[in-house]
């Protein structure tokens, strides 16, 4: 993983540990349970932290995947460049050897 996936990760688990503890201690929200009291509006502020922690650990996630994707087509590039060079010398080769075989002209 790259870092900013495992710091998004951590934040996102922490800020869900905080929701988690804002969710069941009572008095922290209204009867409803989802709107904060006055005493909980402090840790209901800090739910954004879970947001954050997934959007940093989904962009860490997909910076990975296109840097590898970059990393596979520039290595097939590579061969297929490889592969060409290969052909364009044995096709040299043969016909080289071909013109050998042929018999002289005197």
């Known amino acids: 993983m790259v870092p900013s996936a495992v710091a998004g990760t951590a934040l996102a688990a922490f800020g869900t540990g905080l929701v988690g503890v804002y969710l069941r201690v009572p008095g922290l929200t209204r009867e409803d349970g989802i709107r904060p009291t006055q005493d909980g509006l402090g840790i209901a502020k800090d739910t954004w932290l879970v947001a954050a922690g997934v959007t940093l650990a989904t962009q860490g996630a997909i910076g990975a995947a296109k840097s590898a994707a970059k990393s596979a087509k520039k290595a097939a590039k590579q061969s297929a460049k490889d592969a060409r060079k290969s052909a364009k ?7 080289s050897s071909a013109k050998d075989a042929l018999p002289s002209r005197s």
């Open 89 to 95: 010398s044995l096709a040299v080769d043969a016909a």
